[in-house]
């Protein structure tokens, strides 16, 4: 293939991907985000552990304790199902751009084939006109050297 139209390709499919690298970067920021949240949860929940020893000794209290407790949890439960909600929008978002770049690739590959087979085809009409004017010029050359003899 030619150098200039596999550097033609690269360059179009290159174009087409920029928008799925710019969301894969836009989820990444998101999944560190989640993660340094998610880094402070473990070290308030290992906090927790070091409560409930001591809550074992002391039961007043404990229902305001636990109160708190599935308040916390509470929020940990939507902030996943929020984030569940986000990635599988996310991944919906990279699908159809997938799609539509596989769709693109191939219309672009058609298009490039149709011109490759135009080109062909003028190929062959400049060669079959070549070997014609060929034939003629021999013909009238001969006919020359004939007429001179």
Do not use: C, W
Request: net charge negative; hydrophobic share 30%; charged share 40%.
């Amino acid at each position: 293939m030619d150098k200039e139209l596999i550097n033609t390709l690269k360059y179009v499919l290159d174009d087409a991907l920029q928008p799925i690298h710019h969301r894969l970067d836009r989820m990444d920021q998101r999944f560190d985000g989640l993660d340094h949240r998610l880094d402070g949860m473990d070290h308030r929940l290992d906090g927790m552990d070091n409560k409930f020893d001591g809550m074992n000794k002391k039961f007043d209290g404990m229902d305001n304790k636990f109160d708190g407790l599935d308040q916390r949890i509470g929020g940990l439960e939507v902030e996943l199902k929020e984030f569940r909600s986000e990635t599988n929008t996310a991944l919906q978002l990279i699908q159809s751009g997938q799609r539509g770049t596989r769709e693109e690739m191939t219309q672009r590959f058609n298009e490039t084939r149709e011109g490759f087979q135009r080109i062909e085809a003028d190929f062959k009409f400049v060669n079959h006109k070549t070997a014609d004017h060929e034939l003629k010029f021999n013909r009238l050359e001969n006919e020359s050297k004939e007429n001179r003899q």
